[in-house]
């Protein structure tokens, strides 16, 4: 068998080491063709299709749970592409964020509602829920929030909560601990309705709805 210098090994091993750093990693997905996506499955009718079908599957469930009954039944919905629509606001600026010009949509209190979920926040009113609005939107931004709620049908709910201006609890704990306190103060969640994967943590209602939204996400 033939040998060789440690020191061929040695080079030969730091060459190897090289290339393989060196490997380019997986390309991300392009940002622009994701934008184009995003627009299409808007423009297509299948974002609303699809808001429909989550919303008919809540309707249903709160149709049979009114007639179970029971005392201080509550259902929660978010603000923020639940019973808003925000795609005017997010289109305008690319589906970017930018802080002074979302500031002031919130306080135009314009935003299109999302018919499907409104039309269940009416039907959970009508079958006697209380109805609560868990949003994490802050406090400063309750006037334009409580003006536009009223805008498309959805001003007769029992709170409003919104997160403290100074509070710096990322959104999706401050929400769990927002329904923790309702639970222990003798609520009985039987439909958490929203857009984002972090509404529903902690598994605190009988039932959860996610909206669709792959517009951004909330931690």
């Avoid at 868990?134 to 009223?150: I, P, Q, V, Y």
């Amino acid at each position: 068998m033939p040998s060789f210098p440690i020191s061929r090994i040695l080079a030969a091993a730091v060459v190897v080491l090289a290339a393989a750093v060196m490997l380019p990693s997986a390309e991300p997905h392009n940002l622009g063709l994701l934008k184009e996506e995003l627009r299409a499955y808007v423009d297509s009718g299948e974002y609303g299709r699809d808001i429909t079908r989550v919303a008919s599957q809540a309707d249903a469930w709160l149709q049979q749970r009114a007639r179970q009954g029971g005392a201080r039944l509550t259902v929660i919905f978010d603000v923020d592409e639940t019973l808003l629509s925000n795609l005017p606001e997010m289109r305008s600026v690319d589906f970017g964020y930018v802080p002074a010009v979302w500031t002031a949509w919130m306080a135009q209190g314009e935003a299109p509602g999302l018919q499907p979920a409104c039309d269940l926040f009416r039907t959970a009113k009508r079958l006697g829920f209380d109805v609560i609005v868990l949003s994490g939107r802050l406090e400063r931004d309750r006037a334009g929030t409580e003006k536009n709620l009223r805008a498309v049908g959805c001003g007769d709910y029992s709170r409003l909560i919104l997160k403290a201006d100074a509070d710096t609890l990322l959104t999706g704990a401050w929400k769990t601990e927002q329904r923790r306190r309702l639970v222990a103060g003798g609520c009985v969640i039987v439909a958490n309705i929203g857009d984002q994967e972090s509404d529903f943590a902690g598994g605190l209602a009988e039932r959860s709805f996610k909206l669709p939204s792959p517009f951004y996400l909330m931690k």
